[in-house]
C-alpha cells in the first residue's frame, strides 16, 4: 500500500478568493428586506380566500470548486487550444463528450484512450434559442446546436456563430473554434458554418412569422443592451 | 401478487405564485382527501402498519433538503415509515409507481403518496437553471441550452425527419389550454381566464426557443396532490367506488441527449424502426430512439401495457395524460407509447383524435402547459384527474359534469424527466 500524497499544483488561473469569500459571507441567509403581501388563495378556484403573506428576500450563494476527473484532459485540451475525445480500445466508439470507460455493454468499462479529434462537424440538430442564459442574452438570438465532431458517436452542444438563425439546417458542416481567452468549460467551443448553409422548407406564413420573431428578439437586445 | 387500488385523490391547485408554504398546501390536499375517506384515521398509519411515500423535484427551489420530513410531520405522521422519490421530471409518477409496488410486496396495505412543488422564491431564470442542473453540469447545462433548447432541438429534428410542423405544435397547445378551462385546479384559467384559445393565438405567444413559443412550454407552478392507495381487501373497505392500478412501469435512456443517435446499448434493439428510417437522412447507429423519440418512453409503457395485459394499446385505452412539459412531447409520445407508428404522431393531432371527443382524449387536464407543472405534483395530480374521470367525479370534483367521459375504462398516464432520461407510467382501470 502506498499514500496517494497531497494535491500538488501544476499551474493555475488567477481567481480572487478574498472577493468570492466575502460574497458567500454577504449571501448568508439574513433577510436584506420584506414585504406584505395579500391575495386569495385557497386549493380550488371554487374555494378561494384574501390572505395575507409574510416575503422576506432571503440571499444565499456560494463557490464550487470542482474536479473535471479523468476527463481533465478535455479541458486541459481547450485552454491549449485543441479538441480531445476518447476511443474505446475494445470497440473503436469515439466519444465526445469523452469518457474515462467506455458504456458499450460489451466492452464491460473498458478503460478508454485520448485521441485529438478534427475541429470539424455536422449540426445533427438545432433551435434558436430567443431567451438564452443571462450572461448570453446580448447573442439573442442564438442558434444552439448539437454538432457531431468528424469521427465521434456523439453529439456535442455548442452555440453557433456567424449563421444566419434563418439559414442553419440539419446535415450544416462546421468549423469547431475555441475561444481567445477560454475559461475551462464548454462554452469555450463554438462553431461557424463550413459551407453556404441552405434554409430548412417554410411556408410563407411560417417564413413571415420566423422573421418578426427574429426581428422582436433583435429589437429587444438592442433596447435592453444598446448593442447589434 | 397483490392488487393495488384507488381509494382516493386529490389536488390543491396548481398557480403562481400560491405563497402558502409547501406543508400547507399539502395539508389541504390531503384534507380533502381525508373528507373522502371517512373510515381512515391518520392514526392508523403508525398504528396498522401504513407508509408514505413523498414526491418533490427540487431541493434549489426552497434552498431546503429533506422537505419531506417537515411535511411528514406536519401532517402529524412522525414515526411512520417513509421516504421520498426523486427522479427530475419523472419525479411525481415514480413516487406512484414505487407505492404501488410497495402494495404488491405486501410489505405495507395503505400507502399515501403526496407530491408538491414550490417555484416561485427564485427569479425565473434562476428557477430555469434549477430545472436544467438535472442536465449534466459539466457537458449539457454549460453549452448555454436551457431545457427549452434542449427540447427544442429535438423537435426541430422530428420537424426535419418525420415532417412535424409548427401548426402541429400549435394544435396540441390549443387542445391543452382548452381543455384546463373547465378545471378547478389549472393555473392556466386561474391566471388568464376562461375563453378558448386558437392557434393564432399559441403564434402570438413569444418565441422561447425555435421551434418553441410560450404555450407549448410547461407553466413553473405551486401546487401539492395527494393519492391513497391500498391493497385490494382495504381498498374495498375503504370505497365503494374504487380504480386499480394494473399496470406500473419505468424505464431509463441516456444522461445526455446527444449520446443517444449512435448508443451501442440501443444498437439493434428495435430493427422494425429501422426499417422505416428515410433513404436522404444518414441513418445513426441506434435511429430509435435518435433525438427524435424517447426510448425511456418506450420501455416504461411497454413494462406497463405487458404488466396490464394490455394487447393493442389503441384499443384498449380510453384516455391519456401525457407528461409534456413540451407540445412536441405528446407527437412523440403518442408513438412511444405504441398509440401509432413513429412518426405519425402529428396525425393523430390533425385527425382530433386526441380531443375530448376523439377516439383517445388525451390531456383532459390540461397537462403541463395548462393544468400546471409543479413538478413533484405533476403527475400525481394527472392521476388524480385520471382517477375522478374513471370513477364518474368529474362532474363532482370539477363541478362540470359536462366534462365526465361516457364510462371510460382504461387509463394510461406517463411521466419523465430530464430530456427523457427516465420515465414512469401507470394504467388505471375500473
Not at chain 1, 58 to 70: E, I, N, V
Not at chain 2, 405 to 424: N, R, V
Request: charged content about 25%; glycine content about 8%.
Amino acid at each position: 500500500m502506498k499514500q496517494p500524497g497531497p494535491e500538488k499544483i501544476m499551474k493555475q488561473s488567477p481567481y480572487d478568493e478574498k472577493w468570492w469569500q466575502e460574497w458567500e459571507r454577504k449571501g448568508g441567509w439574513r433577510p436584506e428586506g420584506w414585504k406584505i403581501v395579500e391575495m386569495n388563495d385557497g386549493p380550488t378556484l371554487n374555494d378561494l380566500k384574501p390572505q395575507k403573506f409574510l416575503v422576506v428576500h432571503r440571499p444565499h450563494g456560494s463557490m464550487f470548486h470542482h474536479s473535471y476527473g479523468k476527463v481533465s484532459q478535455f479541458f486541459i485540451g481547450l485552454l491549449e487550444g485543441k479538441l480531445y475525445g476518447t476511443k474505446c480500445p475494445k470497440c473503436g466508439l469515439v466519444y465526445c463528450p469523452p469518457r474515462a470507460h467506455c458504456f458499450n455493454p460489451k466492452c464491460r468499462l473498458a478503460e478508454t484512450k485520448w485521441i485529438e479529434l478534427p475541429k470539424k462537424g455536422e449540426v445533427h440538430s438545432y433551435t434558436i434559442m430567443a431567451i438564452a442564459w443571462p450572461s448570453m442574452a446580448h447573442l439573442q438570438p442564438l442558434v444552439g446546436a448539437m454538432i457531431r465532431i468528424d469521427g465521434t458517436n456523439t453529439c456535442l452542444p455548442m452555440t453557433m456563430r456567424d449563421v444566419d438563425p434563418e439559414k442553419v439546417n440539419i446535415g450544416l458542416r462546421v468549423n469547431i473554434s475555441i475561444v481567445k481567452d477560454p475559461k475551462g468549460d464548454l462554452l469555450d467551443v463554438y462553431a461557424t458554418p463550413a459551407e453556404e448553409p441552405v434554409a430548412p422548407k417554410r411556408t410563407p406564413q411560417e417564413l413571415k412569422r420566423f422573421r418578426e420573431d427574429m426581428e422582436k428578439t433583435r429589437a429587444w437586445v438592442k433596447k435592453t443592451f444598446g448593442t447589434k | 401478487m397483490k392488487k393495488v387500488g384507488i381509494v382516493a385523490g386529490s389536488i390543491s391547485r396548481f398557480d403562481n405564485p400560491r405563497h402558502t408554504l409547501a406543508e400547507e398546501m399539502c395539508a389541504e390536499a390531503v384534507k380533502m382527501l381525508l373528507d373522502d375517506v371517512p373510515d381512515l384515521e391518520l392514526g392508523d398509519f403508525i398504528r396498522k402498519g401504513y407508509a408514505c411515500c413523498y414526491s418533490y423535484f427540487s431541493d434549489i427551489l426552497e434552498q431546503q433538503q429533506c422537505m419531506h420530513w417537515i411535511i411528514h410531520d406536519y401532517l402529524g405522521l412522525s414515526g411512520v415509515p417513509a421516504y421520498r422519490v426523486e427522479s427530475g421530471g419523472a419525479t411525481p409518477i415514480d413516487a406512484v409507481v414505487n407505492a404501488a409496488l410497495w402494495i404488491r410486496s405486501g410489505m405495507f396495505p395503505v400507502v399515501l403518496v403526496v407530491g408538491w412543488e414550490k417555484m416561485n422564491e427564485l427569479p425565473i431564470q434562476k428557477v430555469n437553471e434549477a430545472i436544467a442542473i438535472a442536465g449534466d453540469t459539466d457537458w449539457d447545462f454549460v453549452s448555454g441550452f436551457t431545457y427549452n433548447a434542449f427540447y427544442a432541438t429535438m423537435e426541430a429534428r422530428r420537424m426535419h425527419v418525420y415532417g412535424d410542423t409548427e401548426e402541429d405544435l400549435a394544435e396540441v397547445a390549443v387542445s391543452n389550454h382548452n381543455n384546463s378551462l373547465d378545471n378547478p385546479y389549472a393555473q392556466w384559467p386561474a391566471q388568464h381566464g376562461f375563453s378558448k384559445i386558437t392557434v393564432e393565438d399559441v403564434y402570438k405567444s413569444r418565441l422561447i426557443s425555435w421551434p418553441y413559443r410560450l404555450y407549448e412550454c410547461a407553466m413553473t407552478s405551486e401546487g401539492a396532490s395527494a393519492l391513497l392507495l391500498a391493497n385490494e381487501e382495504m381498498t374495498k373497505k375503504l370505497t365503494d367506488n374504487p380504480v386499480w392500478i394494473s399496470g406500473v412501469g419505468f424505464g431509463t435512456d441516456t444522461m445526455r441527449a446527444g449520446d443517444r443517435p449512435d448508443n451501442p446499448a440501443w444498437k439493434g434493439l428495435y430493427p422494425e424502426d429501422e426499417k422505416i428510417w428515410p433513404k436522404n437522412i444518414p441513418k445513426p447507429m441506434s435511429p430509435y430512439p435518435d433525438l427524435l423519440n424517447f426510448g425511456s418512453l418506450r420501455v416504461s409503457a411497454r413494462m406497463a401495457y405487458k404488466d396490464a395485459g394490455i394487447k393493442n394499446p389503441r384499443k384498449e385505452i380510453s384516455f391519456v395524460e401525457i407528461f409534456d412539459p413540451y407540445a412536441g412531447v405528446v407527437l412523440a409520445g403518442l408513438e412511444d407509447f405504441d398509440f401509432c407508428k413513429r412518426g405519425e404522431g402529428k396525425k393523430m393531432v390533425r385527425d382530433g383524435v386526441i380531443q375530448p371527443h376523439g377516439e383517445l382524449p388525451c390531456q383532459l387536464s390540461g397537462a403541463l402547459t395548462a393544468q400546471g407543472h409543479a413538478v413533484g405534483s405533476t403527475s400525481i395530480a394527472q392521476v388524480v384527474d385520471s382517477y375522478w374521470q374513471l370513477s364518474n367525479q368529474i362532474g363532482k370534483k370539477w363541478g362540470a359534469p359536462g366534462r365526465q367521459l361516457s364510462k371510460p375504462k382504461k387509463a394510461f398516464i406517463h411521466g419523465h424527466g430530464g430530456t427523457g432520461c427516465q420515465a414512469g407510467a401507470v394504467v388505471l382501470e375500473v
